[in-house]
């Protein structure tokens, strides 16, 4: 996608901590964002944040997906469980609630969907802090895993960032991203993590592809360089 043809993004898990990032950065950028969330009551803060629009609905228990998809150039998934989700049986946002989301995009002609996952989803050889993710949250991880899958075989445009643990600092842009199954492990910032899942629809080498991603340490030996571009609004003249 050309960095000035995102006319409407949809950030969902909006209200979180990487969505709450990732509003900003959008709202300057993208004539009109449209914000998830599965509470009414959190409409003016995520206004405030930078949503042109916000629609309330429940992933995993759906009243009507169409409207938050229709109209949409790209799909921003930032969404996650938390930790009684996790400890619960039921279905999980990062599964059946993501994909659900993937199905609707894909059923409204979205030209693109970005996934925010986490390090050790999948099969690709790991650090050993895939091994502590998988004990703390390996019902999450096994869920991401399904999902990616399905947005790998999904007719759109495709970003999956697979981040090691998040944090709340500051957004720095030394960040490392790099291939499946390059073993990555340590921290980077959710402030980070925003800048690029903003910019992955609009990087050439970011099409159809998965990254791990750090920012501390850095593993330069292991970094893939990308060019990152951010989406723009058309000046007109
Ligand atoms: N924490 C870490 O160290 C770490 C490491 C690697 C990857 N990750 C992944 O990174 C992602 C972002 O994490 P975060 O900590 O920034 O987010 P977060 O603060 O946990 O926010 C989660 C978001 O998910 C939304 N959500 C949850 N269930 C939903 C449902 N059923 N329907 C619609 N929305 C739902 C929530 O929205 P509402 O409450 O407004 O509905 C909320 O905005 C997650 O996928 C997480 O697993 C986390």
Same mark, same amino acid.
């Given at each position: 996608?050309?960095?000035?043809?995102?006319?409407?993004?949809?950030?969902?898990?909006?209200?979180?901590?990487?969505?709450?990032?990732?509003?900003?950065?959008?709202?300057?950028?993208?004539?009109?964002?449209?914000?998830?969330?599965?509470?009414?009551?959190?409409?003016?803060?995520?206004?405030?944040?930078?949503?042109?629009?916000?629609?309330?609905?429940?992933?995993?228990?759906?009243?009507?997906?169409?409207?938050?998809?229709?109209?949409?150039?790209?799909?921003?998934?930032?969404?996650?469980?938390?930790?009684?989700?996790?400890?619960?049986?039921?279905?999980? $946002?990062?599964? @059946?609630?993501?994909? &659900?989301? +993937?199905?609707? *995009? !894909?059923?409204?002609?979205?030209? #693109?969907?970005?996934?925010?996952?986490?390090?050790?989803?999948?099969?690709?050889?790991?650090?050993?802090?895939?091994?502590?993710?998988?004990?703390?949250?390996?019902?999450?991880?096994?869920?991401?895993?399904?999902?990616?899958?399905?947005?790998?075989?999904?007719?759109?445009?495709?970003?999956?960032?697979?981040?090691?643990?998040?944090?709340?600092?500051?957004?720095?842009?030394? $960040?490392?991203? @790099?291939?499946?199954? &390059?073993? +990555?492990?340590? *921290? !980077?910032?959710?402030?980070?993590? #925003?800048?690029?899942?903003?910019?992955?629809?609009?990087?050439?080498?970011?099409?159809?592809?998965?990254?791990?991603?750090?920012?501390?340490?850095?593993?330069?030996?292991?970094?893939?360089?990308?060019?990152?571009?951010?989406?723009?609004?058309?000046?007109?003249?």
């Amino acid at each position: 996608m050309n960095p000035e043809s995102v006319d409407t993004a949809l950030v969902a898990g909006a209200s979180g901590g990487t969505g709450q990032e990732l509003l900003p950065l959008l709202s300057s950028r993208v004539p009109i964002v449209r914000a998830l969330t599965r509470s009414a009551a959190k409409t003016e803060h995520l206004r405030h944040a930078g949503a042109d629009e916000v629609v309330v609905d429940n992933l995993l228990a759906p009243d009507d997906l169409s409207q938050a998809v229709t109209g949409v150039d790209v799909v921003y998934s930032a969404v996650g469980s938390g930790i009684a989700d996790v400890r619960g049986d039921g279905p999980l $946002v990062d599964g @059946a609630g993501a994909q &659900a989301l +993937l199905r609707a *995009a !894909v059923d409204a002609g979205v030209m #693109a969907f970005v996934m925010e996952s986490a390090l050790g989803v999948g099969g690709d050889p790991a650090s050993p802090l895939a091994t502590v993710f998988d004990l703390a949250i390996g019902p999450v991880q096994r869920a991401k895993a399904e999902t990616e899958a399905a947005l790998r075989d999904a007719p759109l445009r495709h970003t999956i960032l697979r981040p090691g643990v998040l944090t709340n600092g500051l957004r720095t842009d030394r $960040v490392t991203v @790099a291939r499946p199954g &390059a073993r +990555l492990w340590g *921290a !980077v910032s959710r402030a980070d993590v #925003a800048r690029l899942l903003a910019a992955a629809p609009v990087t050439p080498a970011a099409a159809d592809e998965t990254f791990e991603v750090v920012s501390v340490p850095r593993f330069r030996d292991r970094a893939l360089a990308v060019d990152w571009q951010l989406p723009r609004q058309e000046t007109g003249n």
